[in-house]
């Protein structure tokens, strides 16, 4: 069974001080992954993906994310967190193995991460 | 660019009523789906559609119909409204490509009482 886990449902941080944002996944094949943002009374954003390639991908606003396939994590980084970053994060799946032969996929949410950048 | 719009953004409604939630997208995709938001829940998908005249059931889909009649609008229908589908309801979009994002609208946010 596909699923998302966000382990922490609040993460704290200081303005200036590197941030993470745990994911893990569960999928029976290959994932696409992904990470959204969403602020308050907005619909989510899209951050950054891996599909393939360097396990380092670099988003929107300075994030990044480092795929690991040996421990199933997608964690979400930024070197330096700013207060404008405070807002609800997503960590999301898709498997590519797919619904009835669709090359789309379902896309699997994880519970989301409120993130708090404090001044 | 106008993306995925939801109408309309807020609505309450007396229990047994029904509705539709409207989503339009103005970028060709293949792709959509309605997901529903509540607290410590994240999102779960109640209907999607991989085109025009296919739809099929997400996670949730008990109280909901949906049709695709155009490959830009997906609405969503409330048959006959309960307190436990007071909820935040998002529709959203993407190409047939499964690497693409999904491309969400600002929600309905909806009250049953």
């Known amino acids: 069974a596909q699923s998302v886990a966000q382990p922490e449902d609040q993460v704290n941080v200081a303005e200036g001080n590197p941030l993470t944002v745990k994911c893990t996944y569960s999928?029976?094949?290959?994932?696409?992954l992904f990470w959204y943002v969403q602020y308050p009374n907005r619909g989510l954003q899209f951050l950054l993906k891996y599909i393939t390639g360097d396990n380092l991908v670099k988003g929107s606003y300075g994030f990044e994310a480092e795929f690991n396939k040996s421990q199933t994590s997608f964690h979400l980084k930024k070197p330096s967190a700013l207060v404008s970053d405070s807002a609800l994060y997503f960590c999301a799946v898709r498997d590519i193995s797919a619904d009835r032969g669709s090359t789309l996929g379902r896309l699997y949410f994880g519970r989301g991460t409120q993130l708090t950048v404090w001044p | 660019n106008a993306g995925v719009t939801q109408t309309p953004k807020f609505q309450v409604l007396k229990t047994g009523q029904s509705m539709t939630l409207q989503c339009a997208q103005d970028m060709n995709h293949e792709y959509m789906s309605w997901y529903r938001q509540d607290p410590g829940m994240g999102l779960r998908l109640i209907h999607y559609s991989v085109g025009a005249g296919i739809t099929d059931q997400g996670e949730v889909p008990n109280g909901y119909n949906v049709s695709r009649s155009t490959t830009e609008d997906f609405p969503l229908r409330l048959l006959s409204a309960a307190p436990s589908q007071t909820s935040v309801y998002f529709c959203?979009?993407?190409?047939?490509?499964?690497?693409?994002?999904?491309?969400f609208g600002d929600g309905t946010r909806l009250s049953i009482l």
């Open positions: 959203a979009s993407s190409s047939g490509q499964g690497s693409q994002p999904q491309h």
């Open positions: 999928v029976s094949g290959n994932p696409y």
